[in-house]
């Protein structure tokens, strides 16, 4: 059946894709922004527009049927280069476009860095949005957004990844590593950056006999440890923002560090601006990171 890709279809699977993510109609409303109704309706005007079932009840929850999920498959590349073709296609010589930016980065060096990479430019401007790197990952593979700063190791093959910079990882709060009973307090798991250092970490000879309790933040970890609680793991410009000194006797350098990369998908990557910004950041990065490691921090 052919049709014409129209805003209704664009919702529809923009909701299709909160709820195959989350699990839940409930859970993708709240991603969206909208109400569980809303989501329940685009995602019948999609199956209307398509003429098959992409949902199918599983108890009290709707999933995505296999022919849902072949769908997205397929849906999925192509609405990122949509919502991406208009920003390419604007006749303002500043470009504007939509960057996601890792909480962990954004509540250290990274806002400072972007504000410097920025000046005196006018060939580009970022719209900036702070979420976890997973999410931020995921929403430039979606075409939400166009660019993303995260942390982790390059997944996949379907965006361009630009190494920015590593940072190191650092123990902070009690300086008597001896103490085994004391917990560590660091990011989840399931996080991007505990993906990349994980098996490095709980290898390292100091924290082979740690005690590991895992939050959803480096910024909560670290505050944790502050409190007396235990120690954290977090990445050197998280203690930097925080205060935490080697001097002091709260920060204990280790040899591990996570990698700091610029995602975006081909077509956005190859624009010169986005290159000229990309090489900028790096720059402005590597200086930072040397001067803390020498000075204030490590």
């Given amino acids: 059946m052919e049709f ?14 909160a709820l195959e993510h989350t699990g839940t109609v409930s859970e993708g409303a709240t991603r969206l ?18 003429g ?17 999920a072949a769908f997205l498959r397929r849906a999925k590349p192509l609405l990122a280069e949509l919502r991406g073709l208009t920003r390419l296609l604007e006749p303002s010589p500043a470009q504007t476009l939509s960057l996601g930016l890792a909480d962990s980065i ?8 972007l504000k410097r990479s920025l000046a005196g430019r006018d060939d580009l401007r970022l719209d900036v949005h702070v979420h976890r790197s997973l999410l931020v990952l995921e ?19 379907d965006l361009i990844w630009t190494p920015i910079v590593v940072e190191p990882m650092v123990l902070v709060g009690n300086s008597e590593p001896r103490d085994i009973a004391t917990p560590i307090f660091t990011i989840e798991m ?31 970890a670290a505050q944790m440890a502050r409190a007396g609680f235990g120690r954290a793991l977090v ?3 998280i203690a930097i923002a ?47 990171a040397s001067r803390h490691s020498s000075t204030q921090l490590l």
């Fill in 33 to 50: 922004r909208l109400t569980q109704s809303a989501v329940s309706k685009r995602i019948k005007a999609l199956e209307t527009a398509l």
């Fill in 52 to 68: 098959y079932a992409v949902v199918e009840r599983d108890g009290r929850r709707l999933r995505v049927t296999s022919a849902g």
């Fill in 235 to 237: 990445p050197a410009g």
């Fill in 106 to 113: 954004a509540s250290s060096w990274g806002p400072r860095l």
């Fill in 190 to 220: 399931a996080s991007a950056t505990w993906r990349d250092i994980g098996c490095r970490i709980l290898k390292h000879p100091r924290l082979q006999t740690a005690q590991w309790t895992f939050v959803e933040s480096f910024a909560a």
């Fill in 242 to 288: 925080l205060g935490f000194r080697r001097a002091h006797g709260s920060v204990v350098q280790l040899d591990v560090k996570r990698q700091i990369q610029c995602v975006a998908r081909k077509s956005i990557n190859g624009l010169p601006s986005v290159v000229r910004w990309q090489q900028e950041l790096a720059t402005l990065a590597a200086k930072y």
């Fill in 139 to 157: 929403r430039v593979r979606l075409g939400q957004y166009d660019l993303g700063l995260i942390a982790g190791q390059p997944q996949g093959k």
């Fill in 4 to 17: 014409i890709l129209h805003t209704t279809m664009l919702d529809g699977i923009e909701a299709l894709l």
